[in-house]
């Protein structure tokens, strides 16, 4: 279903996969407009107005900041729909609360609509890399297919 939308990518542990994944399509500039790979604090706060509160608060893990890059890409690229990942993809990093495969995405859309995933991914770093990448643009096309629930 064609719906003429923009949309834009914010990424964190995939490190510009999602962008680049949607750019191996020959016309994606049609409707990609771009990505932010903000892999420190001070990137997600200073290019997507990600809190700095909430990042202490939280963590850069988190539904939160997953949801804070999301409408920051939503805003800094003027797109109709954006999506976010923020996870930690190994082999270090890991916490017992937050265990190495931890990933949040979110998408955000102009229309209002809002949907967030957590994952625990079991693979390494290349494949928990793919992983989130694969779940963020199919949260992506489940939307631009109408396959979502209203907001």
């Given amino acids: 279903m064609e719906r003429n939308l923009l949309c834009a990518t914010a990424e964190s542990c995939t490190g510009g996969l999602i962008g680049h994944l949607i750019t191996e399509n020959a016309g994606s500039s049609a409707y990609f407009a771009g990505a932010a790979v903000v892999y420190s604090y001070t990137a997600k ?3 997507l107005a990600v809190d700095h509160e909430t990042l202490l608060r ?11 890059m999301a409408q920051g890409a939503l805003r800094l690229f003027n797109v109709d729909v954006a ?7 190994g082999p270090g990093g890991g916490l017992p609360h937050k265990p190495i495969g931890t990933t949040y995405l979110h998408l955000s859309a102009a229309d209002g609509y809002e949907q967030g995933a957590h994952y625990v991914w079991p693979g390494n770093r290349s494949q928990n890399k793919l992983l989130s990448a ?4 199919a ?3 489940n939307y631009l297919e109408g396959r979502h629930q209203p907001s």
Avoid: N
């Fill in 45 to 47: 706060e200073r290019l």
């Fill in 58 to 68: 939280e963590g850069a893990v988190s539904a939160a900041v997953a949801q804070q």
């Fill in 83 to 89: 999506v976010s990942v923020t996870g930690i993809a």
């Fill in 134 to 137: 694969q779940a963020a643009l």
């Fill in 139 to 141: 949260m992506l096309l």
